[in-house]
């Protein structure tokens, strides 16, 4: 079982709609949780960290259930720069622990949002 | 804010040569750096965690002796990718991470093309 599973998209949405992008990790000692959007051929940029207690920033939303091991992101009102590929991102463990604990990627989302 | 500076951006070689990427964090210290590959329509393959200082830690099924690794000082990585093939080419990216901040910092990446 992959470590970090995403929908495998693409979506395709007109301007001003909603859309949910799903993510499922499997490793249980995961204690950080990221979305990334990344757009071709650059490097990823952080969108948010998510949190147990769900976390907002504008238009986008971060859900976390940890008992399904389930992160999801909600971006309302989507805009056409919103279209990127978004990466769900946990961590394999602890980073406060430790400096070494790497980020694992999943294989991301591909939003186009149309006019 | 942090910058990690990846070199070059480009590469295309001719099969057999070896090519040498390299990733500096720019205004802090990166005890730890982490190596990621992307195959075209792919997530990000960790491929290695880099420690100032000490041997690096390959993921399962990337090969050491092709993939060197040197992470010689607090501020500088390499990635040298040994007689690279075709079949190497793909989009290198490097990322480090200060001390117990949590927030993982990219650099631009570097797309290699092998001959």
């Known amino acids: 079982r992959k470590e970090v599973e995403q929908d495998p998209g693409p979506f395709n949405v007109p301007e001003g709609a909603t859309v949910a992008f799903n993510c499922t990790y499997s490793n249980s000692a995961s204690q950080s949780f990221f979305w990334y959007r990344q757009d071709c051929r650059k490097e990823p940029k952080l969108l948010m960290s998510v949190y147990s207690s769900g976390n907002e920033d504008g238009r986008f939303t971060a859900q976390l259930n940890r008992a399904s091991q389930y992160i999801s992101l909600l971006i309302r009102d989507s805009k056409l720069s919103d279209s990127a590929t978004y990466l769900c991102?946990?961590?394999?463990?602890?980073?406060?622990?430790?400096?070494?604990?790497?980020?694992?990627f999943g294989k991301g989302t591909r939003l186009s949002v149309i006019a | 804010g942090a910058v990690v500076s990846q070199h070059p951006s480009w590469v295309i070689c001719k099969s057999g040569t070896s090519v040498k990427i390299e990733c500096r964090s720019l205004d802090f210290q990166a005890t730890t750096m982490f190596w990621y590959r992307q195959f075209p329509k792919q997530s990000l393959m960790l491929m290695a965690t880099s420690n100032e200082g000490s041997k690096a830690t390959y993921e399962q099924g990337v090969e050491k002796d092709k993939f060197l690794i040197n992470h010689a000082s607090l501020t500088l990585s390499t990635l040298t990718v040994t007689s690279a093939h075709p079949e190497d080419s793909s989009f290198y990216i490097c990322?480090?991470?200060?001390?117990?901040?949590?927030?993982?910092?990219f650099g631009s990446g570097t797309q290699l093309s092998v001959l």
């Open positions: 990322s480090a991470r200060r001390s117990r901040v949590e927030k993982l910092f």
């Open positions: 991102v946990v961590s394999r463990g602890d980073l406060r622990n430790s400096g070494n604990t790497p980020l694992v």
